[in-house]
């Protein structure tokens, strides 16, 4: 099983960045998919949500209106649209698969994003 996120980097604030995750060794389509982030000194936090369909999508209240989850089943893929960054959107983003039949969950190995002027 690997998760790799990628797209990460330094933004200035108001900026945009898309990451994405890519997925192989397990049935993409059936796993629940998370973006969490962790910021230094603080709690892993889960930003957003999306079900295995692709249906449903839910986000923590700090990030409602400026981040987007979305998945591609095609390319075993989840990405996560950050769009008017903030500096305290500035922590290490992990993708993370869920099998909610299963109790299952994989990790990725985590991205940085920085958001600074």
């Known amino acids: 099983v690997q998760l790799v996120e990628s797209g990460g980097g330094l933004v200035q604030p108001g900026g945009s960045l898309r990451l994405s995750c890519a997925a192989s060794?397990?049935?993409?389509?059936?796993?629940?998919m998370n973006w969490y982030r962790q910021a230094p000194g603080k709690e892993r936090e889960l930003v957003a949500t999306?079900?295995?369909?692709?249906?449903?999508?839910n986000y923590v209240d700090s990030v409602k209106g400026r981040f987007t989850i979305f998945r591609d089943i095609a390319k075993n893929t989840v990405y996560l649209q950050m769009s008017s960054l903030k500096s305290e959107d500035t922590a290490v983003y992990y993708c993370?698969?869920?099998?909610?039949?299963?109790?299952?969950?994989?990790w990725g190995q985590g991205t940085q994003v920085t958001v600074s002027s």
């Open positions: 060794g397990f049935t993409f389509s059936r796993y629940d």
């Open positions: 993370s698969a869920y099998g909610t039949w299963s109790g299952s969950r994989y």
């Open positions: 999306i079900n295995s369909a692709g249906g449903s999508t």
